[in-house]
């Protein structure tokens, strides 16, 4: 049973109770309650009530086998939604753990802590987790630790605190995987995966899902395994992969029906519910939903009741029963117990009936109290990690509001709402003085922006629905449809993809890079004149794009084709908010450069980088002794780094290996000298030292990171960067050339000296290469850097 073989324990605990029942023992009552224990784990809760209800001699009520029988009722009681009874019997399992010095109390302090998870008090759920887990440890019970530690992981999550969850998960892990106990192991992996999906990295969620099915089916868990098919279909209907979705959630559907959890059946039908709404499919949504409400009719406070109540209000408003709609929508956001996410999407489902229903007003007022519901919450919330990830739950709202916004013909409105959804975590953390949201929306003038920078903007907005471009010059504002985000996604991650063939795109004529021109820049083409300066401000996968490589074929058949980077300085910003903070400056004259690099080896997989030591080297011909600092070798760590007062410096310069984290943005780190088991500088610890550099160079792999995340875009070094208050970063999308950077980064410094600001450096430094007649003429060598900018 601790091993997760439960087909076998349960042959065993049957095979036993059936003998000793002949014979008239009290054995056949401690296998009985075994018996009944097991099928709880395996999800047959009233088979298992069923079985011990009689009540057991009372040699029996007064040892560990009464406090077991109390405790798998109350678990049972759990499962069922029944928390009265549960209540009862995990009391009457105190009292009896109480009685003698008993084996099991840490087992009953953990059911406990499930009941309070599942009655919402967190607060009471974490003590009693503390205390079975001080229970294991002070008696010495590594199962019970297991458990404990897998439970407090959960809570973590239930309680949106995703890094403390993650550290509880491993923990949990290591502990049950040396101990082979996989009824852990399995929803630990799952746990884990739920953790993924809520921060947004679906990959990674998806990864987990697959090995908690996998444990959960060699281990017997029947309704865990249930319940991580559904969450997998979950998964992936929010990636849109809608048929992958229906199949794994009908299979969960099919056997959640054959058990005794009315929360995952609920589960299974909501998530039918939404793919088939999402796919047109609205009688299929209503089948599934009614019998949701059913299922969950016994206990109407739950949030999967709530949750299938706004679902039939959807279902109502896409068969245009507006009335029926707006109700249902009112309902939920009018009780006092529903949860934040539900209130925010109440509101805002309610501004779209309102919309269609021809209500402008009322429409945008509720769209409005959508967006304050959702900044409320993200406000609330403590974690970097988390704020980062914020609005790849809500971000819709926001993609709903613009549409209604482009199709009023307020254009400047719904530019103003799209930047509400930007840099949200980023400007917080910039200023304790940043203006409210709302006000700031009001502030907001773009085309001063655009005058002051003398510049052209382009904000990209890449919606489910509808994609825009708004073109921003120091005259004027227009917006323009973009295609479809699935066709600019396939477009961007193929011709990226095209960088590592051996050919130069652009002598390969290559289609997506003349496509993805023709998209995103062709629409704003004759308001950008020659060698002018464009600021992009990207979104979804355009945060991964260099523009600088998209190809210009030319209105004329004696045209040239190019790469847009010989016609325009580009730099690219997260908001326009930010933005207006911002100035296009020369470096400071008497600037001071930090620089570090050219580290030890910390592992076999950061070797020594042959060009390091050429690469600092070369920065000392711009910068005299006295106005440098070199950490190099063994004073290339992160300690020597964050004592060295970097806040000083105009200039920080990193030549190193660099890793960007897709799961944990903020743990990208720059790979310096080993300092005991340490060797990384992280983002994390960025973030936490205020800086005022004018230009910060993360001369590695992938600086700019690997993860985007709706609002922030691209999160790894160089938004940690930003967010300590530097004013420019140059980093890398994808790993570096040790072969081209020294050069380049020689003209960069070049440029800097000569009074040239960095976005003209920069360009100029990479023309060189541009222009070459070797390979590092490809985008591979010379298009990884891009300069972000607007802090």
């Not at 630990?188 to 998806?206: L, P, R, V």
């Amino acid at each position: 049973m601790r091993h997760g073989d439960l087909d076998a324990a349960l042959r065993e605990a049957d095979l036993a109770y059936q003998s000793y029942s002949k014979a008239g023992s009290d054995w056949a009552w401690r296998f009985r309650i075994q018996k009944a224990h097991i099928l709880v784990l395996r999800g047959s809760f009233k088979d298992a009530l069923e079985l011990i209800a009689p009540e057991p001699p009372i040699s029996i009520v007064r040892s560990d086998a009464g406090v077991e029988r109390k405790l798998v009722q109350g678990l049972a009681h759990i499962y069922l939604e029944e928390f009265a009874e549960a209540e009862k019997a995990l009391v009457d399992a105190d009292q009896i753990a109480a009685s003698f010095p008993s084996s099991l109390s840490g087992d009953v302090a953990l059911a406990r802590g499930i009941l309070e998870v599942s009655r919402n008090r967190n607060q009471e759920a974490a003590a009693a987790y503390h205390a079975a887990l001080h229970f294991a440890r002070e008696r010495n019970l590594p199962f019970l630790e297991a458990s404990a530690l897998g439970n407090l992981g959960h809570l973590a999550v239930k309680q949106e605190r995703f890094d403390e969850a993650n550290d509880w998960f491993k923990a949990t892990l290591q502990k049950a995987e040396s101990l082979g106990a996989t009824s852990t192991v399995a929803p630990t992996y799952g746990n884990m995966a739920w953790n993924y999906s809520m921060i947004g990295d679906f990959e990674n969620a998806e990864l987990f899902y697959k090995q908690a099915l996998e444990k959960s089916g060699n281990a017997g868990l029947v309704g865990d395994r249930v319940y991580w098919l559904n969450t997998l279909g979950e998964v992936l209907y929010l990636q849109r992969r809608y048929d992958e979705a229906q199949s794994m959630s009908e299979k969960a559907l099919s056997l959640a029906r054959g058990g005794d959890d009315r929360s995952t059946l609920t589960a299974c039908l909501d998530t039918l519910s939404e793919i088939a709404l999402a796919t047109g499919h609205v009688d299929i949504a209503a089948a599934h939903n009614e019998e949701a409400l059913q299922v969950e009719k016994p206990n109407p406070d739950q949030y999967a009741a709530r949750h299938s109540q706004l679902l039939a209000g959807r279902i109502a408003a896409g068969r245009r029963l507006f009335p029926h709609a707006e109700a249902t929508f009112i309902k939920v956001i009018g009780d006092p117990k529903a949860e934040t996410d539900l209130k925010w999407e109440a509101h805002a489902r309610l501004a779209e009936v309102l919309a269609a229903e021809k209500q402008p007003v009322k429409a945008e007022n509720e769209f409005r109290r959508a967006i304050e519901t959702v900044q409320n919450a993200q406000r609330s919330v403590q974690s970097e990690d988390f704020r980062v990830s914020f609005l790849s739950s809500a971000i819709e709202f926001y993609d709903a509001y613009v549409d209604f916004f482009v199709e009023q013909k307020r254009s400047l409105d719904a530019l103003k709402i799209a930047d509400l959804a930007r840099a949200q975590t980023l400007e917080a953390g910039l200023s304790s003085h940043t203006p409210g949201k709302a006000s700031r929306a009001a502030m907001l003038n773009p085309q001063g922006i655009a005058r002051r920078l003398n510049a052209v903007v382009l904000f990209y907005w890449l919606g489910e629905k509808h994609s825009y471009l708004w073109i921003i010059t120091p005259a004027n504002a227009s917006v323009v449809a973009l295609p479809a985000t699935t066709e600019i996604d396939a477009a961007v991650k193929a011709y990226r993809q095209s960088f590592l063939d051996p050919r130069d795109p652009l002598e390969a004529g290559n289609a997506d890079g003349k496509k993805l021109y023709t998209a995103l820049i062709a629409p704003a083409e004759k308001l950008i004149p020659k060698n002018s300066r464009v600021v992009i401000l990207p979104d979804g996968s355009l945060n991964s794009l260099n523009f600088e490589t998209l190809i210009v074929s030319g209105s004329k058949p004696e045209d040239k084709a190019h790469y847009w980077i010989e016609d325009v300085t580009v730099t690219t910003a997260n908001s326009l908010a930010l933005l207006a903070r911002s100035s296009v400056s020369g470096p400071p004259n008497t600037g001071r450069l930090l620089v570090v690099g050219d580290a030890l080896a910390a592992s076999p997989d950061f070797p020594p980088l042959p060009q390091a030591g050429k690469e600092v080297g070369l920065l000392e011909n711009y910068f005299a002794s006295s106005q440098r600092l070199e950490l190099t070798g063994a004073n290339a760590t992160a300690t020597h780094f964050l004592s060295s007062e970097p806040e000083k410096f105009s200039y920080l310069h990193f030549s190193a290996h660099g890793t960007a984290s897709r799961t944990r943005p903020l743990e990208s780190a720059v790979i310096l000298s080993p300092e005991g088991d340490s060797y990384k500088l992280y983002a994390r610890d960025v973030v936490k030292h205020p800086l005022n550099a004018y230009l910060v160079t993360i001369s590695a792999c992938n600086g700019a990171g690997t993860k985007s995340y709706a609002g922030e875009g691209l999160v790894g070094l160089s938004w940690a960067f930003l967010r300590a208050g530097a004013h420019n970063v140059i980093a890398g999308l994808w790993e570096v050339s040790n072969a081209s950077t020294p050069q380049l980064m020689d003209e960069l410094y070049k440029g800097l000296r000569a009074g040239e600001d960095p976005a003209t450096a920069l360009r100029k430094a990479k023309l060189t290469l541009v222009h070459s007649n070797g390979n590092y003429r490809k985008p591979f060598y010379w298009a990884p850097f891009l300069l972000y900018s607007g802090s």
